[in-house]
């Protein structure tokens, strides 16, 4: 399937990341695929779209580091001249009492939750508005809207990521570029592996289908079924 379309998804090499490059790239978009700490696993993902014959493109960064999303945008700029859609997915989680957080903790998280979907914006969006066309697309969270008991950095991150998300569709709007967030609920990936048994059936009990989605998968008519 042709299409012109780039596509930057920060944090692909694992989970929710790595579904949406590979959503992007089989739909026929060109996909630089970002990621950290996991290169065996963002090796993997090519590997396995290039036995079905798509190109997917990785590249290292930490998206923690100003200058690290400043590279990711010039890798991308120089190689296929635009960015049209960009996906600020990766994100990090600890779970702590108040008392606990220390100013390292603040750091790590607010830089790789908040400060990288901000730097990232601010790089993409100037290649947006050259042409007139872009979709940000930021993946927050429920626990940004509700608060979450012991995550209390990582709510604060991604509130902030709803506050970036709403400033920025109004800034940037008439220039015909698109932002959004989408707050996913709990998904099982490696970003809740410290959840105890009773923590998740304390959870399943207030999602209306009593179940966390595993393995989730498109339908032709791209509604999620399970
Ligand atoms: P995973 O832990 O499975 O994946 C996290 C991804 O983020 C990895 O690819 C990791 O890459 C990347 N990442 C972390 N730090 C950095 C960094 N400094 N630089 C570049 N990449 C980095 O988590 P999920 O897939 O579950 O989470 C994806 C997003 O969805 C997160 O923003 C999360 O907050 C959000 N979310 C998740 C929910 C869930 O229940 N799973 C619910 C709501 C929101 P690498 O390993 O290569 O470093």
Not at 8 to 30: D, F, N, Q
Not at 64 to 85: A, F, H, M, R, V
Request: contains cysteine; aromatic residues 4%; hydrophobic residues 35%.
């Amino acid at each position: 399937m042709e299409n012109n379309n780039v596509a930057i998804v920060t944090g692909a090499s694992r989970g929710i990341g790595r579904e949406i490059a590979k959503s992007l790239a089989k739909r026929g978009i060109i996909v630089v695929a970002n990621y950290n700490k996991s290169e065996k696993e963002a090796l993997k993902l090519q590997e396995e779209l290039k036995k079905e014959e798509i190109a997917i493109d990785i590249f290292k960064a930490d998206i923690s580091k100003k200058e690290e999303c400043e590279k990711l945008i010039k890798y991308t700029e120089n190689k296929y001249k635009k960015i049209d859609i960009l996906i600020n997915n990766a994100g990090i989680d600890k779970y702590q009492l108040i008392d606990e957080v220390k100013e390292e903790d603040w750091n790590e998280i607010i830089n790789t939750n908040l400060y990288s979907a901000f730097c990232m914006c601010q790089g993409a969006v100037k290649n947006m508005i050259h042409n007139k066309k872009g979709c940000i697309i930021n993946i927050s969270s429920i626990w940004g809207i509700v608060g979450a008991s012991q995550e209390i950095l990582y709510s604060i991150s991604k509130a902030g990521m709803d506050g970036l998300t709403k400033a920025l569709a109004k800034e940037v709007g008439p220039s015909n570029i698109r932002v959004n967030s989408i707050a996913p609920g709990i998904i099982n990936t490696e970003i809740n592996n410290n959840l105890s048994n009773q923590e998740i059936d304390q959870i399943k009990e207030e999602i209306p289908l009593n179940k966390i989605r595993e393995n989730t998968r498109y339908c032709k008519m791209c509604k999620l079924v399970n």
